[in-house]
């Protein structure tokens, strides 16, 4: 059995999700007091059909960003799901509120490769950022919550200190 949390609303709300595969593409799922029987088929252009109780819907993985939009109808819904260590290291120092913001900081001093966003756009929680270099590894650098993107303060090509200031969500 797998656990993880799904961030719902933006990151705005958290929900526990326990995932056990009974059998190839049957799953056992429970959503916080709630479990589901749910029959999964990938199909090879990435999308997945589920039934889930009875009801069929269609989701869209990303696997790179463990973000998950399931549409139902004409209506799509965004999922983040976090195993514990994700959701931990999410939440580790570097990212600091302040007056209702978040504070996007160097965790080590970095080359900023890309910057994916700019100053006044809106972001869902969970989106890239930033792409750093550091020891010769690349790292997005994810939007900690949802909101807009202010005090963007790096440029692609720019070296920092760790702990730097690199940007904030409000």
Do not use: K, W
């Not at 007056?99 to 994916?116: D, H, I, N, S």
């Not at 900690?144 to 730097?164: H, I």
């Amino acid at each position: 059995m797998s656990g993880y949390v799904a961030l719902l609303d933006g990151g705005a709300r958290e929900v526990a999700v326990e995932v056990a595969e009974e059998s190839p593409g049957v799953y056992t799922v429970r959503l916080g007091d709630r479990v589901h029987r749910v029959d999964a088929f990938q199909h090879d252009h990435g999308t997945l059909s589920l039934i889930v109780d009875l009801a069929s819907y269609t989701a869209t993985l990303d696997r790179r960003e463990a973000l998950v939009r399931v549409r139902v109808r004409d209506s799509v819904f965004p999922l983040e799901l976090l195993d514990e260590r994700r959701l931990r290291l999410r939440r580790a120092p570097g990212a600091f509120t302040v007056e209702g913001r978040q504070t996007l900081t160097a965790p080590v001093a970095c080359r900023v490769v890309r910057v994916l966003c700019r100053d006044g756009e809106r972001v869902v929680a969970g989106q890239p950022l930033l792409v750093i270099e550091a020891m010769r590894m690349e790292n997005e650098l994810r939007a900690p919550r949802a909101g807009t993107v202010v005090d963007l303060a790096v440029a692609p090509g720019q070296v920092v200190e760790g702990n730097a200031r690199l940007c904030a969500v409000e």
